[in-house]
């Protein structure tokens, strides 16, 4: 049952974009020197660690994983796995502040398919103009803020239609989440960023020898600056993020909780300008 948002929802939802929006600044730092495969296995790998002390050594609680739970599947390889690596790759490509734009589109993408496949959250007039708003604010406002943002974006470009991809998939795995009732927000994140780990691997070493974008990536060239951004990625931008993710999820909806996607494109905006 979905109760009304509280104080503290707005507060994670706030939170969560400040977080979220960050991201985007840190895996264009980490490219520079990581392959983009290597570094979704990567912060997947420091995420994993982080949630996982957290679970057993703070919380004292254990990871309650069942193989028979699909849909924890379906939110390590739709919510992580798969759009991890199709952001990284577009960000060799464009700039990261258009990828925050497109990813603002999750929104649109978590209530239709709340609509017409879970049959949760039903649309309505209210729901469809607040979105459009949103929306439109969004591109406004980023519009305004980066006069280079007019000549960059453009749907025909390969690299932002893998991002529009990146947000359904986003959008699927969100709404996979209220799914898992056998564990809590703690325990779910931490075993679907384990089981996105175990998957990344095989994934990273194919994609790492068919060299795919260049031959440029040499694990010995790797920078401190693309280190620390990694750490940033797993720690704050994975681990914390999708933990807080989830729980604005327990508490509210997946709709509610992709709003947070919104605010990116401002967060995004502000850090890469300090």
């Known amino acids: ?163 529009i991809f990146a947000a359904i998939f986003y959008a699927l795995a969100a709404n996979s989440v209220k799914n898992i009732t056998n564990m809590n927000p703690l325990q779910l994140a931490t075993n679907s960023s384990i089981l996105a780990t175990i998957i990344s691997l095989p994934v990273c070493l194919i994609l790492m020898r068919l060299n795919y974008i260049s031959d440029e990536y040499d694990i010995s060239n790797i920078s401190m600056s693309s280190i620390y951004s990694c750490l940033m990625l797993g720690i704050i931008c994975t681990g914390l993020a999708i933990l807080i993710f989830f729980n604005l999820i327990n508490r509210q909806s997946a709709g509610f909780a992709s709003q947070s996607n919104f605010f990116i494109p401002c967060f995004g905006v502000l850090w890469s300008f300090l």
């Open 1 to 163: 049952m979905i109760i009304l948002p509280k104080f503290i929802d707005y507060i994670g939802l706030f939170l969560l974009s400040a977080i979220w929006g960050s991201s985007f600044l840190f895996i264009k730092l980490a490219i520079e020197t990581i392959h983009p495969a290597l570094l979704t296995f990567l912060r997947l790998l420091i995420a994993s660690i982080f949630l996982l002390i957290y679970l057993k050594i703070v919380k004292q609680q254990s990871l309650n994983f069942s193989f028979k739970e699909k849909n924890i599947f379906l939110i390590a390889l739709l919510g992580n796995v798969i759009p991890f690596n199709l952001i990284s790759w577009s960000e060799t490509k464009i700039d990261s502040v258009n990828v925050a734009i497109l990813i603002g589109t999750m929104p649109m993408f978590t209530f239709v398919i709340s609509h017409y496949i879970y049959k949760v959250e039903r649309i309505n007039s209210s729901i469809v103009l607040g979105l459009l708003i949103g929306f439109i604010g969004m591109v406004v406002l980023v519009n305004g803020d980066n006069s280079n943002f007019q000549g960059s974006f453009n749907l025909s470009s390969l690299a932002n239609l893998l991002v």
